[in-house]
């Protein structure tokens, strides 16, 4: 979901709005230049891209990282943008957890990691 935002008070400003229904996210770090939400799936071990810009591809989603498998990748819990100059909508900081609810493929909970990802 997404709600506008009045820019002085922070409160709503219209009603919220469904951008998608298809996983369950984790957390997300938002490019508003882009026009694009990316999301962790804890469980599924991805990292979509979720289309926010309104049109026939709003609230279409495509996996970035993680399809196929890999276990670079297992359990990302959140995401943020790097704070170096350019960094925002380019380089994203994702922590995992090793796989703590959802230990794949052999049952193993890997170390925690916090990964570099270029777009």
Not at 99 to 110: F, T
């Amino acid at each position: 979901m997404r709600v506008a935002v009045d820019s002085r008070t922070h409160d709503p400003a219209g009603e919220p709005e469904l951008v998608t229904r298809r996983m369950m996210w984790d957390d997300i770090c938002i490019d508003e230049a882009g026009g694009f939400a990316y999301a962790t799936t804890h469980r599924q071990n991805t990292l979509e891209r979720i289309a926010l810009t309104p049109g026939e591809n709003f609230g279409k989603t495509r996996c970035v990282v993680g399809e196929p498998f890999t276990e670079m990748l297992l359990g990302p819990t959140s995401a943020a943008w790097g704070r170096a100059p350019g960094d925002y909508g380019r380089v994203a900081y994702v922590a995992s957890d090793g796989g703590i609810k959802a230990p794949m493929p052999d049952g193993v909970v890997r170390r925690a990691k916090v990964w570099r990802v270029e777009f």
